[in-house]
């Protein structure tokens, strides 16, 4: 079992940074594969960024690939989204995901695989 608290949203012009942390629960951070999630209004739930439980492998959305970066801290059982040249687009709420995985470099895409959540960061950027 894990939980997964995420901060760091808020209000951001267009063209500015947020960076967005999920802090997880538990001691076995290291064997959870982690994800980025977000969800706008009428809109489905759309993957945004992924990184193995190495943190040796990332992977991103076409639409965020080059402005957003995800890293992960072991010392500190915290993954985080850095988020630069923010768009209006990028308005959503945010969500953290872990799935174990055996794998060390393994990837997830796909939101039906992960099996814990967190509540959510609200990010709103402004034109």
């Known amino acids: 079992q894990v939980q997964l608290v995420e901060s760091g949203g808020g209000l951001v012009q267009a063209g500015g940074s947020l960076r967005l942390s999920c802090a997880a629960s538990g001691r076995t951070f290291s064997t959870y594969a982690m994800g980025w999630f977000r969800q706008a209004p009428g809109k489905e739930r759309e993957f945004v960024a992924a990184?193995?439980?190495?943190?040796?492998?990332?992977f991103y959305a076409d639409s965020v690939k080059g402005r957003f970066t995800m890293s992960r801290d072991g010392a500190k059982n915290t993954v985080y989204l850095q988020m630069n040249s923010l768009k209006p687009e990028d308005t959503a709420v945010y969500y953290c995901?872990?799935?174990?995985?055996?794998?060390?470099?393994?990837?997830?895409?796909?939101?039906?695989?992960?099996?814990?959540w967190g509540q959510g960061t609200q990010v709103t950027v402004s034109s």
């Open positions: 995901a872990a799935v174990k995985t055996l794998g060390a470099q393994v990837i997830v895409v796909a939101p039906a695989t992960y099996d814990y």
């Open positions: 990184i193995s439980r190495s943190g040796g492998n990332t």
